[in-house]
């Protein structure tokens, strides 16, 4: 089956060429779509609709200068015209990713952590990095094998980069227990051993509460997180790829795999979708 | 005025909103005010926080500010607002605001989103402004709060602010109702300027700062005063020249636009031999010939010369774009402002070559004053927070544009106080072909329609310096400084390449220097004529005169040539990226350009008289070699010491870690990461170059390396040139660039050539400096075959310092030479890091290291100069370089290094640090150009040097590649952390612990974020 996913695009978003390829190749029909082509009555001729995708993709980038708060305007925008197609997609059973900037946008419409299906309720914050400074840096990550999401189904830890100046999470104390206790803590930022960084700096870039990297809601269908797994398409994105190379030459092997791990989040999507929405 | 309203100029409502983080929550933005305080002054604060402050100038209901406030501006988890005053229990309180006209995107896209919530359209007039308030608690005095507001948070020059003591705090009228609105009252009018005699006009030029060439006033009197042009005139009703038309003159014949400096006549002395010569055109002789030479010899040189950016092949579908510049004067002003405007304005360049390309990467390059100057003179800003503010400025302007900032320089000078330099560059790539016409090739026809897209046209950038002396009222705009703003040219962006792949546009050009003068003057060159209504162009605000619209340097804007069949599309496009289009006026060919406002003729003049005969620019250079000039090579004994002197070496502010730079500029966006700025095992040692993909279904990539090595030109400007290019040739190639596609790009940063016995009583033998810097430009581009895509030339780079005694001191900054290279790697997976990656792996020094210490960083640690400066020998290097990418290419390679400002004893110390192993290196192994000291082998700067480690397995057929060439197996990689350097007989001269090494080299900046 042709698995659709939609891109956004406009007003400052910016990740959306290395996302729509890394979505091509996890096996998806993939569309960069510009936020106004939604929008009844922004543009003239026919207006495209949600309906017609699978995955919907919130991306990176800077939407509205991430003036007000990251992801806030954007939240705004798309609440007031998009707020219930949103709703009918996240009922059909489709999955939702936000990354980084569209992590931010997630939470500020309240589509995660979403406690007892309520998708409207802001519960969470990404807020200033403790360092008060906007930091490019890879991290490792460790993901909660209990979590019901369907992006990480089969991965065990994960390397990929963070570029941020507001990915501290935030919430208040009674939220972040119940998150844990939902297992709606998806990934945490961790240390080369696998355990949880414990706040410690750069391991966790930003002072996230608990090292939380990212969360789902409970269905585990609608998935954010701060890190980009679409920068890690390729094996030559990895920090350490040069050294890595060396030791597999060294080992006697003379090929390295081209494909970068970030693109098994999306292949779990996409075969989240064959699985449900193929034909028998 | 009442509590939370207030009437404003307009009699609309006024409502102000301040919103706050919670108390639990820390506030990272005021902890980093805080950590500067103390670092910039030694304050020592409580604490600071902040609270944003949006004064909303609108008429709307309470019910729509409760509204906007709970849906849009409050993020209920983390924060609280009011429309009443939030400060409290704080012992200073600093409001810092913008002044008038100074680009408040904050303020735009929070009247955006209110208009989007709430379905109004805020009236003309209407707005909301930006500003913040910083709470203060500790016990500081009156003095030093002063200070933190104005020499750390506000620049007087774009911003205003005030401070309250907690006893005059008003809690129920906080901060009243600051509404930074520009209010001209004045109705445009066009000027006409007397002709009479050439003293006439150019003391009216300098009155009005038309800045008019005394050299051209003839040419330009002779124009008015010619009958047929006069005749013709009458019959729009113009009779003596405009001030429209002498502005449109005066940019196009500015040194910025025309480059008079590079196009003028040297004549050139040689004071040692007598010899003279002139030297007609440094731009045609040094940049033009040889880059077209090469052109012919190399069929991936695209288009160069005359575009905003060269064009080079990247592979049989794409083309890359390249060019770079600097954006000095306004960042030494401000620093984040200058900055910003630097990096989103270059690219706007890429966008406006050809038909348009895609930006894919930034560069950045800093020269600035120690960071911990302190003595007696005083620079507008102090080099920490000037380089701070740079720092922010690039980091803002590259992030939001959402292009990868994977490489860049700085460099401290203690001539830099004078005038920083900013250099930027940046790289675009575009389709080969679109809609089957060649994507390189562009041109305007008459009939086709002027458009402007993107930001409006306000007083920003109009004479920016004589504007710095102009007094200040509440609402006089302070436009001379322009702050960037990447989210409406990425919106710009957007829209521009998808209107270029659906064929609409038939040129395109960027405002920048010279705003719509430059753009639709040149752009009309290629039709032969244009006509423009300067009264459709949009403004930020009413009352810019017209000759203001002509040359307003407004930021964010492109210059589009559309057919009248695209039109409809092209704007349907523009609605759907929400940028601004305006027709403005068409192309034709009637040899004339033409400037109407409001049915009014207010500029004819003939496309052609900027090609008339305008007299060259004169220089005289005259050039004394550095032994005449006293030059000698310093007497130093060897010393005992290498360890600890290696130690120092490494902690030296040039050569010390500066990874905070790097680590908050997004180098990952658009996904083609390949070498990124930080390598090795710990992430943490700077690359010789960078790679990206721009193209994510290839493997190909592109290699980007910069070099700057100005205290070479202390010596001679050849040599820092030729050494320069070598250096930056050197990065590419280790990274595994290659050797028959290296393209460059000329950044020149120059002080002042023009002598006078008392102003620059030093310009005759600054500008021999810069004819020999070009003339090593042209032998070794020609000698290496590097096509010049593109460069451009920044002079004046003095500055005039007050120093303790009220005097004025002259700085002016050393002879700067930003050399880029950018080379096309066919197979990405084959690229090498610096580190060095297998204790047991061979370390060869290919190159051979002579006596060559002159402008080294040794030397500057020992307070010298020198005089025998690093020389480069093509017809021995180049073989050398293929050799090195063969090996590559083979695989043979496990890491590269070019040998670079401190030599080998700092790179090879390198090498290991980001390996995060040992190293042992016999001294003895390095080749050598005859006997050389200890010193001189550790420390030597000879160019043509790299640094590589091998498997022991790949020695044979290493070594078979290198047959020719002078190379040494010098040492190897080792597992225990020792960094040791023997002598011959195995005499230990350096035995260290590379983990304090690493430590000594991160210490001077290791606790910057």
Same mark, same amino acid.
């Not at chain 2, 008003?170 to 109705?187: A, C, M, N, S, T």
């Not at chain 2, 006033?217 to 405009?242: A, H, M, S």
């Given at each position: ?5 939609? =891109? ?12 729509? #390829? ?6 998806? $029909? ?21 309906? $017609? ?37 996240? $009922? ?10 569209? #992590? ?7 589509? =995660? ?15 200033? *990095? ?51 206790? *939902?297992?709606?803590? =998806? ?65 006697? $092997? ?27 | ?117 709430? &379905? ?143 196009? &003028? ?117 102090? +080099? ?76 920003? &950038? ?23 703003? +990447? ?317 303790? !005694? ?63 400066? +690093? ?31 401190? &030599? ?86 350096? !035995? ?18």
């Amino acid at each position: 089956m042709r698995v659709r996913a939609i =891109v956004l695009t406009g007003y400052g978003l910016n990740c959306d060429y290395e996302t729509d #390829f890394s979505l091509r190749l996890a096996g998806a $029909e993939s569309h960069r779509v510009h936020i106004n082509e939604l929008i009844p009555g922004a543009v003239k001729g026919p207006v495209k609709t949600l309906e $017609e995708y699978h995955i919907l993709v919130f991306g990176g980038g800077f939407s509205w200068a991430d003036d007000h708060g990251a992801g806030v305007l954007m939240a705004s925008k798309l609440k007031q015209h998009l707020g219930d197609q949103i709703e009918r997609f996240i $009922e059909d059973g489709k999955l939702i990713i936000g990354i980084c900037n569209g #992590f931010q946008c997630l939470v500020n419409l309240g589509l =995660v952590p979403a406690f007892e299906g309520r998708y409207q309720e802001r519960r969470v914050a990404l807020t200033y *990095n403790d360092s008060g400074n906007f930091i490019d840096t890879w991290v490792r990550l460790r993901i909660n094998p209990k979590a019901p999401c369907v992006f990480t189904r089969g991965i065990s830890h994960l390397e990929l980069p963070v570029r941020h100046g507001e990915g501290k999470f935030y919430a208040a104390p009674a939220d972040i227990d119940r998150l844990i206790e *939902n297992d709606q803590v =998806v990934i945490q930022y961790a240390d080369e051993e696998g355990n949880a960084a414990r706040g410690k700096w750069p391991l966790n870039p930003n002072g996230s509460l608990e090292d939380i990297a990212g969360i789902c809601d409970p269905t585990g269908r609608i998935f954010g997180l701060m890190p980009h797994p679409e920068a890690f398409n390729h094996f030559t994105n990895h920090p350490d790829w040069t050294r890595k190379r060396e030791e597999a030459l060294r080992r006697g $092997e003379k090929t390295v795999p081209q494909e970068g791990d970030g693109i098994q989040i999306f292949r779990n999507a996409v075969d989240y979708v064959k699985a449900n929405f193929g034909s028998p | 005025m009442k509590n939370d309203k207030a009437q404003n100029l307009n009699n609309t409502m006024v409502a102000r909103l301040e919103i706050r983080l919670k108390q639990e929550l820390k506030d990272a933005e005021g902890a980093g005010v805080r950590r500067k305080a103390r670092e910039y002054f030694g304050f020592d604060v409580k604490e600071i926080r902040v609270i944003r402050v949006l004064t909303i100038d609108a008429n709307l209901t309470p019910e729509q500010l409760e509204l906007v406030r709970t849906e849009i501006f409050t993020n209920p988890v983390v924060e609280e607002s009011s429309f009443s005053p939030l400060a409290r229990e704080f012992d200073w309180l600093i409001w810092i605001g913008f002044r008038p006209g100074v680009r408040d995107t904050a303020g735009s896209t929070a009247t955006e989103a209110m208009e989007d919530l709430l &379905g109004v359209k805020l009236a003309p007039g209407e707005a909301v402004y930006t500003s913040k308030l910083y709470e203060i608690r500790g016990g500081l005095d009156e003095f030093q709060v002063r200070r933190i507001a104005g020499d750390l948070l506000a620049n007087d020059i774009i911003q205003q602010w005030k401070i309250y003591p907690r006893d005059h705090w008003d809690d129920q009228e906080g901060i009243g109702f600051p509404i930074p609105k520009v209010v001209l009252d004045h109705e445009p009018t066009v000027q006409t300027i007397s002709i009479k005699s050439d003293d006439e006009l150019r003391r009216i030029s300098r009155q009005r700062n038309l800045a008019l060439q005394d050299r051209d006033i003839p040419v330009i009197r002779e124009y008015f005063l010619r009958q047929e042009i006069q005749e013709e005139r009458k019959k729009l009703g113009l009779d003596l020249p405009t001030d429209v038309e002498l502005e449109y003159i005066s940019q196009a014949r500015s040194d910025h636009c025309n480059h008079n400096t590079f196009r &003028g006549r040297f004549r050139y002395h040689d004071l040692a031999t007598g010899k003279r010569e002139t030297v007609d055109n440094l731009f045609k002789t040094c940049i033009e010939a040889p880059t077209l030479k090469i052109k012919e010899e190399k069929d991936w040189v695209v288009s160069v010369l005359w575009d905003n950016a060269g064009v080079g092949r990247f592979d049989d579908g794409h083309y890359y774009v390249i060019t770079g510049e600097t954006h000095n004067s306004p960042s030494n002003m401000e620093a984040y402002g200058g900055a910003i405007t630097g990096i989103v304005g270059i690219y706007r360049d890429p966008m406006g070559t050809g038909k348009g390309s895609k930006l894919v990467m930034g560069m950045y390059g800093y020269c600035v004053a120690h960071r911990d100057y302190s003595g007696d003179l005083k620079p507008h800003l102090h +080099p920490r927070r000037l380089l701070d503010g740079i720092v922010e400025g690039v980091r803002d302007g590259g992030n939001k544009s959402g292009i990868p900032t994977p490489y860049g320089l700085l460099l401290f000078d203690e001539s830099y106080l004078g005038k920083c330099l900013v250099f930027v560059t940046a790289l675009g790539i575009m389709p080969a072909t679109i809609q089957g016409e060649s994507s390189h090739r562009k041109v305007t026809s008459p009939g086709d329609l002027i458009i402007m897209c993107g930001g409006r046209v306000g007083k920003d &950038g109009i004479h920016g310096v004589t504007a710095a002396s102009e007094t200040y009222s509440e609402h006089t705009p302070a436009g001379h400084v322009q702050i960037g703003d +990447p989210y409406t040219q990425k919106k710009m962006h957007d829209f521009l390449l998808e209107a270029r792949d659906k064929g609409l546009i038939s040129f395109i050009t960027d405002n920048g220097g010279g705003g719509l003068s430059s753009s639709i003057g040149e752009s009309a060159r290629f039709s032969n004529g244009c006509e423009v209504y300067l009264d459709r162009v949009p403004l930020k605000y009413e009352g810019l005169d017209q000759w203001e619209i002509w040359v307003s340097e407004s930021q964010e804007r492109m210059t589009v040539a559309v057919k009248p069949e695209h039109l409809e599309h092209f704007m349907e496009l523009s609605a759907k990226h929400s940028v601004e289009s305006t027709v403005i006026g068409q192309y034709n060919d009637s040899g004339y350009l033409k400037l109407d406002y409001k049915g009014k003729t207010c500029a004819y003049v003939r496309m052609d008289l900027l090609q008339a005969d305008f007299p060259q620019w004169e220089f005289d250079a005259q050039w004394l070699p550095p032994e005449m000039r006293g030059l000698v090579e310093p007497v130093i004994d060897e010393p005992d010491e290498h360890g600890g002197l290696l130690s120092s070496l490494l902690s030296r502010p040039n050569i010390c870690a500066r990874n905070w730079i790097a680590r908050q500029y997004d180098h990952e966006v658009q996904g083609g990461s390949v070498i990124k700025p930080l390598v090795g095992a710990e992430r943490d040692v700077p690359t010789d170059a960078a790679v990206v993909r721009p193209i994510l279904e290839s493997n190909a990539g592109i290699a980007v390396s910069q070099a700057l090595n100005p205290s070479y030109s202390k010596i001679d400007t050849y040599h820092m040139t030729a050494a320069t290019i070598d250096e930056a040739i050197r990065k590419a190639l280790a990274v595994g660039g290659d050797p028959d596609h290296l393209a460059g790009v000329d950044n020149f940063c120059w002080p002042t050539i023009e002598y006078h016995p008392e102003r620059n009583p030093d310009g005759k033998f600054k500008a021999a400096q810069l004819v020999r810097s070009n003339w090593a430009l042209r032998d070794y581009c020609l000698g290496f075959g590097i096509p010049l895509l593109s460069g451009k030339d920044s002079m004046y780079i003095d500055g005039n310092l007050e120093g303790p !005694y009220g005097e004025r001191r002259k700085v002016s900054g050393l002879p700067t030479l930003l050399f880029t290279i950018c080379s096309v790697i066919k197979d990405t997976r084959l690229c090498v890091t610096m580190d060095a990656k297998f204790p047991g792996d061979l370390v060869y020094v290919l190159g051979e290291t002579r006596n060559e210490l002159g402008g080294s960083e040794y030397y500057q640690m020992m307070g010298s100069v020198g005089l025998n400066v +690093p020389k480069v020998d093509v017809a021995e290097f180049l073989p050398l370089y293929r050799a090195v990418h063969s090996a590559i290419q083979e695989g043979l390679v496990a890491s590269c290094h070019a040998v670079s400002r401190g &030599g080998l004893a700092v790179h090879l110390a390198l090498v290991a640090m980001a390996g995060g192993v040992g190293m042992e290196v016999d001294l003895s192994l390095v080749p050598t150009a005859g006997e050389l000291s200890t010193g001189q082998r550790l420390y030597s700067e000879s160019c043509g040097r790299f640094i590589i480690t091998v498997a022991p397995e790949n020695r044979k057929r290493f070594e078979e590649l290198f047959s020719e060439s002078k190379v040494g197996c010098v040492g190897k990689v080792t597992e225990a952390p020792s960094f040791v350097i023997l002598e011959a007989e195995g005499k230990t001269v350096v !035995y260290e612990n590379i983990f304090s090494l690493k430590k000594a080299w991160k210490g001077p900046f290791g606790e910057l974020i």
